[in-house]
C-alpha cells in the first residue's frame, strides 16, 4: 500500500514538474527580473549604464502628476467597461435564454467579438470612428446634416476620445459576460419558478426575487475578471488614439510603455509596473473576499 501511494506520488510529480519549470520560466523569473530592475536607473540607448538607485524610482513616481492622472484614467476606464459590460450582457443573457426561433444562431453570432485579437478590435474601432472612412460618421452625418449640424471625431476630441475605446471594449466582451451568465440561468433549479408562478408572482418580481440573487455569485465572479483584466488595457489605446488627444486616453500601461520603449527609460517604466502589479494584487484581493462573503451569505 506504501509502495503504490509513493509511485502515485511519484508519477503526480512527474506530470507537474513541465507545468512548474513553465510557470518559473513564464512568470516568476521575468516578475524577479522586473523588480530588480525598478531599483536602477537604466538607459535602454546605453546597455552598461544600469546603476542601482534603490527606491528613488518610487519616489519619483510618488511625485510624478503623469502618472497619478494615468492610474485615474486605468480606473476610470476600468469601471465604464465593467458596469457597461455587465448591464448589457444581464440584458442579452436574459434575451437569449428566451426560447426564441433563431436563438442557437444568435448565440453563435455574438462570441464572434470575443475571439478577435484586441489589436484587430480596435483597428475596427478605429475605422467606424474615422470621420472620412467610418460608417459612424457617415450615418450619423446624413442624419443631422438637414439641420446643419455635424459630428465631430469621437478619437480626436478630449471629452470624447476615451468613451469611444470604452465602447471597442465593451463591444469585445459583452459576450464573455453574456455567456457566462446564460450558462448560469440555464443552470438555475425549477423549483423556486414553479412555487413563484403557483403564487401568483409576477416576471419581474420572479427576476428581483428569485433570479437575481441566485445570479449573484456568477456576476461577481465576471466583474472581478473583467476588472483585472481591463486595468491592464493597451492594444486598443495603443492603435485607436496613441494616448491622445494630449493625455485624453494614457492609462498607466501606456504611459509606462512611453517611458520604457519610447523615452527608453526602463528603470522608471518597471516601477510604474511594479505599482500597477501591486495594485491589481490587492483591488482582486478585496474584489476575492468580498465575493467570498457575498457568496456565503447568498
Avoid at 35 to 51: G, H, K, M, Q
Avoid at 160 to 165: D, K, Q
Avoid at 244 to 267: M, R, S
Avoid at 290 to 298: H, T, W
Wanted: glycine share 6%; proline share 5%; no cysteine.
Amino acid at each position: 500500500m506504501v509502495k503504490k501511494i509513493n509511485k502515485d506520488k511519484i508519477t503526480l510529480m512527474i506530470f507537474l514538474v513541465p507545468a512548474i519549470v513553465m510557470l518559473i520560466g513564464v512568470s516568476l523569473i521575468p516578475t524577479i527580473y522586473l523588480v530588480n530592475t525598478s531599483f536602477t536607473s537604466w538607459e535602454l540607448s546605453d546597455i552598461y549604464s544600469r546603476v542601482y538607485i534603490g527606491s528613488s524610482n518610487y519616489v519619483e513616481l510618488m511625485r510624478d502628476s503623469r502618472f497619478w492622472h494615468s492610474l485615474g484614467l486605468a480606473f476610470y476606464f476600468m469601471g465604464g467597461t465593467t458596469s457597461l459590460q455587465l448591464l448589457i450582457g444581464l440584458v442579452l443573457a436574459v434575451l437569449l435564454n428566451m426560447k426564441l426561433r433563431g436563438i442557437q444562431l444568435l448565440r453563435s453570432v455574438s462570441v464572434i467579438p470575443m475571439v478577435l485579437p484586441p489589436v484587430v478590435v480596435g483597428m475596427i474601432w478605429w475605422i467606424l470612428y474615422s470621420p472620412t472612412i467610418g460608417p459612424i460618421h457617415y450615418y450619423v452625418n446624413t442624419i443631422l446634416s438637414p439641420f446643419g449640424l455635424r459630428m465631430k471625431p469621437v478619437l480626436a476630441i478630449k471629452q470624447t476620445a476615451m468613451l469611444g475605446v470604452i465602447a471597442s471594449d465593451v463591444w469585445e466582451w459583452t459576450p464573455f459576460i453574456t455567456l457566462t451568465l446564460l450558462a448560469t440561468l440555464q443552470s438555475l433549479p425549477r423549483e423556486p419558478y414553479e412555487s413563484a408562478l403557483i403564487d401568483g408572482a409576477s416576471k419581474l418580481q420572479v427576476f428581483g426575487y428569485i433570479t437575481l440573487p441566485m445570479l449573484k455569485p456568477a456576476i461577481l465572479l465576471v466583474l472581478l475578471l473583467r476588472a483585472m483584466e481591463s486595468m491592464k488595457v493597451f492594444p486598443k489605446i495603443y492603435v485607436m488614439t496613441a494616448g491622445g488627444p494630449g493625455k485624453a486616453t494614457e492609462t498607466v500601461n501606456y504611459y509606462a510603455f512611453l517611458k520604457g520603449l519610447t523615452y527608453l527609460e526602463v528603470g522608471y517604466s518597471s516601477a510604474m509596473v511594479v505599482i500597477m502589479f501591486v495594485i491589481i494584487i490587492i483591488f482582486s484581493m478585496v474584489l476575492s473576499r468580498f465575493l467570498s462573503r457575498q457568496i456565503m451569505i447568498g
